[in-house]
Each structure stands twice: as structure tokens, then as C-alpha cells.
């Protein structure tokens, strides 16, 4: 209910225009993602949650790979581009080429810069002008919105690739 009521209060949600206004090349009904995500997952991705600081494990993850939207499977951070913020969410100091996009949140009472996906328009986290050389940003994700490939480079994967668009997380 706290949820709800705190979506509801601060413009964000189920019944949010995030995405109202964008077409996306990943596009499913509430009850598909509900069916497709876990309850976290949803609750983030779809309705702007965040996840508890040091909640994921992904936030020590320091191997080689590729970090995709839990979503959709877009390739989104290379793990050469991760650092510890000490923060508790993974942060990353730039997203592969074309993989996000970002707009605006001005929910709160404070104004942010948010990033999702650009594929499925998933909420992923926000971005920060306070991170590392040589972008000087900080890409602050909730690790349940990511998905991390080991060992994946940036060329084995596509932007944009949709083949698995419709294929569980």
C-alpha cells in the first residue's frame, strides 16, 4: 500500500506516462510483464521502484561480461565500464552505444536525470554528474533490473537484437 500510495504522490507507477508517449520495439501488456518479471523486477522496471541499497548481488560483480535489461535482454552496460560507487547499486561511468535513454524525474520533490531502456523503456535507475574519468558520470542501476552474461564482450552483442524479446528473463 506504501507503494502505491508513494507512486501515486509522487507521479510515478502503474499510471505513470513513462513510456505512454514512446513506442518501444519491446511493447507488452501490464499482465504480460507481470507474467514475464518476478515481483521485484516488475515493481522496478514498470513501475519506477527502487531496490534497497547492497540488496544485489550484482553490486559486487567485478568479471567480465555484459550487463542486459532484465526486461527485455538489451545489451545495455560492458563491465569494463563498472566501478564501485559505494553506493549499494551497481554503477557504471557510461552504457554501451544506443542501449538507454533518459528523460527527466521530477518525482519527489527533486529533480533527476532517469535512464531505461531503450527498447522496452524499462526504468533502470538514474545518472549522476559525480562519477569517474573520462565521462565524469554515474550510471546508478538497480542490479534487479540488470541481467549479467559472464565473459559476454560488446561485440557479441547487438543492439537491438530482439530475437529473445519474448523469451522469460
Known amino acids: 500500500m506504501a507503494e502505491g500510495l508513494l507512486g501515486r504522490l509522487s507521479g510515478r507507477g502503474a499510471s505513470s ?3 505512454a508517449d514512446k513506442h ?3 511493447a507488452l501488456s501490464d499482465e504480460e510483464w507481470r507474467q514475464r ?6 515493481r522496478v522496471l514498470r513501475q519506477h521502484g527502487t531496490e534497497r541499497a547492497g540488496a544485489s548481488p550484482l553490486d559486487k560483480q567485478y568479471g567480465a ?4 535489461c532484465a526486461g527485455c535482454g538489451q545489451p545495455l552496460f560492458d ?12 554503477s557504471f561511468s557510461a552504457p554501451l552505444e544506443e542501449a538507454v535513454e533518459t528523460e527527466t524525474d521530477r518525482s519527489f520533490f527533486m529533480s533527476r536525470t532517469e535512464v531505461h531502456c531503450r527498447r522496452c523503456g524499462g526504468h ?13 558520470l554515474r550510471y546508478c542501476m538497480n542490479g534487479v533490473s540488470l541481467d549479467f552474461h559472464a565473459g559476454g564482450t560488446p561485440a557479441d552483442a547487438p543492439a537491438g537484437n530482439t530475437a529473445d524479446a519474448n523469451k522469460k528473463p
Open 65 to 68: 561480461g555484459i550487463y542486459h
Open 17 to 19: 506516462k513513462a513510456g
Open 37 to 42: 518479471l518476478s515481483p521485484e523486477q516488475y
Open 79 to 90: 563491465a569494463g565500464s563498472k566501478f564501485n560507487s559505494g553506493t549499494g547499486w551497481p
Open 124 to 136: 533502470l535507475g538514474h545518472v549522476f554528474e559525480d562519477g569517474p574519468a573520462p565521462t565524469g
Open 24 to 26: 518501444f520495439d519491446v
